[in-house]
Each structure stands twice: as structure tokens, then as C-alpha cells.
């Protein structure tokens, strides 16, 4: 077993890396119909399944290795499974809760498979897989009920149970990193990653461990209250690889947070903005110069060591994207 702890320190001390871009972004452009997502195995399933992306490793997995190689070829060190809402907790909205482990395993396989493709092409090039672990569709520590303060939509045990089912299927599957990703809610992250450490007690190995926060608004805090340095504070005890923050800003709006994390921190550091702000049709319009230019400032700064896209980017995104951190140290813990 590959100690991928060691391998990506060893290259993050010498150059940035780069993460991919969105996958949802990628999905709508194939305007995939109920149909497309049923497939031929669900076709009479009885509830509604368009919109449930992670499906798609099951029923479209050209399509989801196709995405995947296009941020691969556009230059992507880093790619994420599609495995976002590949939870109990999230799957209950299209009551496929039994298809967990089977949606991460595959998802994974595919994006394994698409890295292996381009790391053979190019050794000195190496590529990796994070399994992408997300938030959930509900906080552990707020109510959901504001005539309820009290009450919580979920426990932190079945929080735990839910990530232990994704997190050992994605490792099964073969993910070279955990992301715990687009974190709103650090009592949830918190049940991820004591998960994660049962799973790693359990196969008697560990696997490198990237954690992301949301900024949700001009407060500048995550949506449970935490500021920069209490989103740190609240998680240095766990070895992460990095710790930083992605999606609901664009990248000129995040910047000033992550320097705070880059100051703050002891971790190696990691972004992934959105394409700027949505517009009035949830769209994202900026384009991949613009958005280069702004990424740009995190790199002028040198507060960066991975770097990459969410809502909105696409391979022309991390294309010049990674064209720009050739140009670049990396920043020094």
C-alpha cells in the first residue's frame, strides 16, 4: 500500500497542485433527461431521479469518466469522485439510501481508472483521486425549526453511521485522498472525520485527509457562526493534509479568507472558488480569463498550495488555471 500521505507532501513542497472543477456544471451540459438517469436499470423506478447526479456513475459512466478526463487533460492533478451526496442522509430524497455503497464504489473505480490513464502517460506527472464527502442535506448543530430552537433534524451517531457506509466505500473503490468537502456545519465535518478515523482503525491504514469550510455570506463566517480561525482552531487536533475553503464565493471574495487560513494555519492550504457569483438565473458567467486573473491574486500573495474550481468551472477554468501555477512556489507552511 502506497503511502499517499508521504507522496503528496513530497510534491507539495515543491510545486502547487491543482484540483478539478464542477462537476455539476459539467453534467448540465448534457442535458441529461429523466430518462438519461433512470437508465435501463431504474426505467420503472416509481419516484423521480432527475437531478440526482451521483445516479449518473451508475447510468452514465461514459459520461462521468468523460468529464472526468476532460479536467485531467485541461491540466487537473487532483480529481474529485462524484460522490457529493453519496450519503443515506442525502440519497433518502430519492429514497436510494440501499444504493450508497454502490454509488461510491463505482464512482470512485471511474475516477480511478480516468487517473490512471493520464499518470501512465506521464509518470513525472502523477494524478489522484479524492473521494468528495459533502455536508449532507442537514446540520447537526442548528434546528431546521425556528419555533423549535432545540429540536435537530439529525444526531451526530447517525451522522457517523451515514459517512462510515460512504468513506469505506470510496476507499474499497481505491480514492487516493478524503475531501470533506463544502463544510457549513463543523459538528458535521466533525462526524465525518471521526468516521474516517474508525474506517482507517479498522483497515489498519490511513489515507491523506482534506478538509473545505463555506464562507456563506458577507459576515464571513460558515453558517454554524465560526469565523476563519475558529473553523481551524475547532479541527487542528485531526493530521489533515490541508484545510481551507470552497464554493459560495467567487475567487476575489475568498481571497481575504484564505490568507487569514494561510496565516493561521499550520496545514498546507487549499481553494476552490466558484466562477464569481451566480446570476439571477443561478448561471455563472465568468469566464476562464477573468477568473484567472483573480486567481492569480491567491498565488501573488503565496498563500496557496492547492488550487482549483467549484460552481461553474469548467476544463477551460483549470486550464488556465494550471497554466498560471506553473509560474508559481508554492506557499511554505
Known amino acids: ?49 432527475k437531478g440526482n447526479n451521483d445516479l449518473l456513475s451508475i447510468t452514465q459512466p461514459k459520461a462521468i469518466k468523460e468529464i472526468h478526463e476532460s479536467f485531467l487533460e485541461a491540466g487537473a492533478d487532483i480529481i474529485e469522485t462524484n460522490t457529493f451526496s453519496s450519503t443515506s442522509v442525502a440519497m433518502a430524497d430519492y429514497h436510494m439510501q440501499d444504493l450508497v455503497y454502490e454509488l461510491n464504489f463505482e464512482s470512485a473505480k471511474i475516477a480511478v481508472e480516468a487517473c490512471k490513464k493520464f499518470t501512465d502517460l506521464n509518470h513525472e506527472k502523477p494524478r489522484f483521486v479524492a473521494g468528495s464527502i459533502g455536508p449532507t442535506n442537514k446540520t447537526a448543530s442548528m434546528s431546521p425549526d425556528v419555533n423549535d430552537p432545540g429540536f435537530r433534524a439529525i444526531t451526530f451517531d447517525e451522522l457517523v453511521e451515514s459517512y462510515s457506509e460512504q468513506i469505506e466505500a470510496l476507499i474499497d473503490g481505491g480514492v487516493h485522498i478524503l475531501l470533506v468537502e463544502t463544510i457549513f456545519d463543523t459538528l458535521n465535518a466533525k462526524a465525518a472525520l471521526f468516521a474516517i478515523s474508525g474506517i482507517f482503525e479498522k483497515i489498519g491504514y490511513e489515507l491523506p485527509l482534506m478538509v473545505s469550510g463555506t464562507i456563506t455570506d458577507a459576515s464571513g463566517r460558515t453558517l454554524s457562526g465560526q469565523t476563519t480561525e475558529a473553523f481551524i482552531t475547532s479541527l487542528s487536533h485531526l493530521p489533515l493534509l490541508t484545510i481551507g475553503f ?4 467567487g475567487a476575489d471574495l475568498m481571497l481575504p479568507y484564505m490568507k487569514r487560513v494561510s496565516r493561521f494555519s499550520n496545514f498546507y492550504t487549499a481553494a476552490f472558488p466558484n466562477a464569481g457569483l451566480p446570476n439571477a438565473f443561478g448561471e455563472y458567467d465568468e469566464t476562464a480569463d477573468d477568473m484567472g486573473k483573480k486567481i492569480k491574486k491567491f498565488l501573488d500573495e503565496g498563500c496557496i498550495n492547492i488550487i482549483g474550481g467549484c460552481c461553474g468551472t469548467t476544463p477551460e477554468h483549470i486550464k488556465v488555471i494550471s497554466e498560471l501555477v506553473k509560474n508559481y512556489k508554492p506557499r511554505k507552511k
Do not use: P
Request: proline share 0%.
Open 246 to 249: 470552497n464554493c459560495a464565493l
Open 1 to 49: 500500500m502506497k503511502n499517499y500521505t508521504k507522496i503528496l507532501i513530497e510534491i507539495l513542497e515543491k510545486r502547487i497542485l491543482v484540483l478539478d472543477g464542477a462537476m455539476g456544471t459539467m453534467i448540465q451540459g448534457y442535458n441529461f433527461t429523466e430518462e438519461d438517469f433512470r437508465g435501463t436499470r431504474f426505467k420503472d423506478y416509481k419516484h423521480l431521479l
